[in-house]
């Protein structure tokens, strides 16, 4: 089945920085979505991508879609408290006929 | 608009029980997905119900199972509970089957003993 590699698996980084995550697919995916997950609560979308090279912004956040299709990354500019959590990249296949795969979580702690 | 709403949100059961979860959707959105979430493998997909029929399945056993109603609110069922099926179970909805985005509830916290 389709596997998402995402990386790192954790970041600390001061107030401030610049973050940045990618995830990479073993197969094609024709949509990419990225989602934060906050401790008892169900994933939030940040961003969705639906083209090849597509690059899109929300706030502090920028996403893209890579050329191959097989992959994405997150940044996050100037980080802040409230941006801590678990980040997770989400592909969807051809036809849309299959549920998302989701990869393994960016845990995202931020030191003051 | 009021998002996904799953109830309840916590859930203790016995091994070898059945359990039953609910899943209201966006308004206007027909399309119904399960997911469940554990740290060992993470988020995976369940099933999609879109029309009140099963449309696509993820690779669990039979003892999983869902159905969704003609308001397209949806229900999940567990059947003969093992130790294993503890975890968070995430419901999403979506404007049509195999759209995107999902938008997900908070879920319902399983524990199985």
């Known amino acids: 089945g389709q596997q998402l590699n995402q990386s790192p698996q954790s970041m600390f980084i001061q107030e401030g920085e610049d973050v940045s995550m990618n995830c990479t697919s073993s197969?094609?995916?024709?949509?990419w979505l990225w989602y934060k997950q906050d401790p008892g609560e169900g994933p939030v979308l940040l961003i969705a991508?639906?083209?090849?090279?597509e690059l899109t912004s929300n706030g502090r956040l920028t996403a893209q879609f890579g050329i191959t299709r097989k992959d994405s990354f997150l940044n996050i500019s100037a980080s802040i408290p409230s941006d801590v959590g678990i980040y997770f990249c989400a592909g969807r296949g051809g036809g849309g006929a299959d549920g998302l795969t989701f990869g393994k979580g960016t845990h995202l702690i931020i030191q003051p | 608009k009021a998002g996904v709403t799953q109830t309840p949100r916590y859930l203790i059961k016995t091994r070898g029980q059945q359990v039953t979860l609910s899943c209201s959707p966006i308004s206007g959105h027909r399309s119904v997905s399960w997911y469940q979430q554990t740290p060992g493998q993470g988020l995976q997909f369940l099933f999609e119900y879109f029309s009140e029929t099963q449309r696509n399945k993820g690779n669990f056993p039979g003892r999983f199972s869902g159905r969704q109603f003609s308001n397209s609110r949806s229900e999940m069922n567990v059947s003969t509970l093992e130790l294993g099926d503890s975890a968070l179970y995430l419901c999403?909805?979506?404007?049509?089957?195999?759209?995107?985005?999902?938008?997900f509830g908070n879920g319902t916290r399983l524990t199985v003993t």
């Open positions: 197969s094609i995916f024709n949509t």
């Open positions: 999403a909805s979506s404007l049509a089957l195999g759209s995107s985005p999902l938008h």
């Open positions: 991508l639906y083209k090849a090279g």
